[in-house]
């Protein structure tokens, strides 16, 4: 089924983002009137192969995780946005869905809740468990990314009325355990550094006795359990990517109670 484009604008932030970028930016395509990469200094051929399948690319330093999304929020020609990662693809299904929330004109909700399928590199796709919820699909006008170096999914405003879309985005989040490693490492540096800092006994609390409860929570209560021998690994490298920021946020409290400027 062919899907109209509607006023709907999708962003995606990218730094050498080649992999998936172009496939990214048709799939949006299917259901979105533009797409606005923002790019901040990749050094391989994304802005090229972004702007080959359709996307508008602004370039610009990176600011922060929160930032970024402002900026790309401010580009936007369209108030309803979807916002996406360089590694997730709207489906057929999900841009069908998409249109019918508008099919009778403005859509029903401002802000639509938004399940994301990890396609792992080996398997099949996780559509019935190991979900993360999101909120992908919004209007600008009643919501805006938060303006944070760190965060940078927002808080439901009071009141508001959140719609829930049954599709997941396919998230094909790492291409193995190296980069998945890589990226738990990164992003526990950014929010150590940059989230409110956390008291030295709570944080020595956490790093004791919070390992098992991060596993605990991956592969029982998300059923990480169901993706087999790989589901088990990923639960145990998530678990430990967690655990790593109260390390390195420890790290970061002790240094700061040494510091004499503090």
């Given amino acids: 089924m062919t899907v109209k484009r509607l006023l709907i604008s999708a962003y995606i932030r990218t730094l050498n983002e080649e992999r998936m970028i172009g496939e990214v930016v048709r799939a949006a395509l299917q259901v979105a009137s533009e797409v606005v990469v923002i790019d901040s200094g990749s ?40 916002d996406l990662d360089a590694d997730e693809i709207i489906s057929p299904a999900l841009a069908e869905e998409i249109a019918g929330l508008f099919k009778n004109g403005d859509s029903l909700f401002p802000i639509y809740k ?21 909120h992908k699909l919004y209007d600008r006008r009643a919501v805006r990314m938060p303006a944070h170096e760190a965060w940078d999914q927002f808080e439901i405003p009071q009141g508001a009325v959140v719609g829930v879309l049954k599709e997941p985005i ?8 190296d980069q998945f490693m890589a990226k738990l ?28 409860v991060y596993f605990f929570k991956k592969y029982v209560l998300q059923q990480y359990f169901r993706g087999g021998v790989y589901g088990f690994a990923l639960a145990l490298m998530s678990g430990y990517g967690r655990w790593l920021r109260d390390v390195k946020m420890w790290e970061r409290a002790k240094k700061e109670s040494h510091d004499p400027t503090k």
């Fill in 114 to 134: 938004t399940p994301l399928a990890l396609v792992p590199p080996v398997g099949a796709p996780w559509r019935d468990f190991g979900l993360q919820t999101r």
């Fill in 185 to 212: 490492n990164r992003n526990s540096s950014v929010r150590a550094a940059a989230l409110p800092l956390k008291s030295k006994p709570y944080l020595a609390l956490r790093i004791v006795f919070g390992l098992p």
């Fill in 170 to 177: 396919l998230h094909h989040a790492f291409t193995g355990a």
């Fill in 43 to 82: 050094q391989d051929r994304t802005a090229e192969i972004a702007e080959d399948a359709g996307a508008k690319i602004i370039r610009h330093e990176w600011l922060g995780n929160g930032h970024q999304k402002r900026l790309a929020e401010d580009a936007c020609a369209n108030d309803w946005l979807l």
